[in-house]
């Protein structure tokens, strides 16, 4: 089989990690003859390519800028052309690009797995784009959980197949306790006291609003800090809007709220932390609850999305979104409860070992790519 992927860019953001990820376990398990990874922009991050082209996956950029370029619609037609792909699997904005030059080629399957709620996944342009696709163009749609799959069949009145993303952990090697000590001297932070964890690219869905909120909560009567780990995405306003928030704290508060940016050390930090909290107000299935369920960390998450419905009821402590005294309940639960930390925590990777590993969650690609 011939396989084409499409993602918008190489950025260090859940789906493309997928991706990337999907994309090597397909050809280093032998379940395409080849595999190429079109990204539409360029690629910001050289380390995946490398990994990928080590696997034997064929890479290529379109150098895309920013805002839509109808130049790269011509571009991708060459390349389709010169490929002759027998499956093209999109993702995000990659189907807006894909449907005119796809639709005058013979290619056996078109797929698009879509990454959030429906009226999430982009503009409303972009529901339609999608609507069509789904309804008169023969591409195939693809969502993350059962709920997701519902709510996508029911707003695109289409059938939709449901897979969920995977991951392959990295191994890490050095002890928790060496990682604390390590991370204490790095951060200022006292070795003993507790981490909160939260890897996400601050912008509006990420909520990190409450999070804050609910933070001053916790610290006011444990000995913490939050960690959050994500580049700022924020505009001007919702800048002004996050350092009005932390204004106001007290500063002996404000102080243990540590801003990492962007991080290539996710695995280590969450091996070393006490908690990992997710306060999106929505969500598809974020790749870092995955992450944290094969890292051993007890998550604490809003009801957003798919999570409730892949972690189940014992994987994880859930509050509504956008409440953040119940969010700071139940961190301060957690944090006060080793007995529960340790039940959630191994409830939730046993969940991820039977359903969320890149080798289950791409042979039922590699399935559903050959029927």
Not at 131 to 154: D, H, M, N, Q, V
Not at 198 to 211: C, F, S, Y
Not at 274 to 298: K, Q, R
Not at 316 to 336: K, P
Request: one cysteine or more; hydrophobic letters at 45%.
């Amino acid at each position: 089989m011939k396989l084409v992927e499409i993602i918008p860019s190489f950025r260090r953001g859940g789906v493309e990690m997928f991706v990337a990820q999907l994309c090597i376990a397909l050809k280093k398990n032998h379940l395409v003859d080849e595999l190429w990874l079109i990204t539409l922009e360029d690629e910001d991050d050289l380390h995946m390519a490398d990994e990928l082209l080590r696997a034997g996956c064929k890479v290529k950029s379109l150098n895309k800028k920013h805002g839509f370029h109808p130049n790269v619609i011509l571009s991708l037609w060459r390349l389709l052309g010169e490929i002759k792909p027998q499956c093209v699997h999109a993702h995000m904005s990659g189907l807006c690009y894909a449907l005119l030059p796809c639709l005058f080629m013979s290619i056996k399957k078109k797929i698009y797995t879509a990454a959030n709620e429906p009226e999430k996944e982009g503009s409303r342009l972009m529901f339609w784009g999608n609507y069509l696709a789904f309804k008169l163009l023969g591409w195939k749609p693809i969502a993350l959980s059962e709920g997701l799959r519902f709510r996508t069949e029911k707003s695109y009145d289409v059938p939709v197949h449901h897979i969920p993303y995977g991951i392959c952990p990295v191994l890490i090697s050095e002890p928790r306790l060496v990682l604390r000590e390590r991370y204490a001297k790095e951060f200022a932070i006292a070795n003993d006291a507790q981490i909160i964890l939260n890897v996400a690219e601050i912008r509006a869905q990420k909520d990190h609003r409450t999070l804050i909120k609910s933070f001053s909560e916790v610290a006011a009567s444990l000995d913490c800090y939050l960690l959050i780990a994500g580049k700022n995405s924020l505009n001007s306003a919702e800048k002004d809007e996050l350092n009005k928030e932390l204004s106001i704290l007290p500063n002996h508060i404000s102080k243990r709220i540590l801003f990492l940016g962007d991080r290539n050390d996710i695995a280590s930090l969450m091996t070393m932390s006490d908690v990992f909290v997710l306060s999106s107000s929505y969500e598809g299935l974020p790749l870092v609850v995955l992450e944290a369920m094969a890292y051993e960390i007890p998550i604490v998450s809003t009801k957003a999305g798919a999570v409730q419905e892949v972690l189940g009821n014992s994987g994880a402590i859930f509050v509504d979104c956008g409440d953040a005294l119940a969010m700071a309940d139940a961190i301060r639960y957690v944090l006060t409860n080793q007995q529960v930390a340790q039940s959630i925590t191994r409830y939730a990777k046993e969940l991820f070992n039977k359903y969320y590993t890149i080798s289950t969650v791409s042979q039922k690609y590699y399935q559903y790519f050959s029927c």
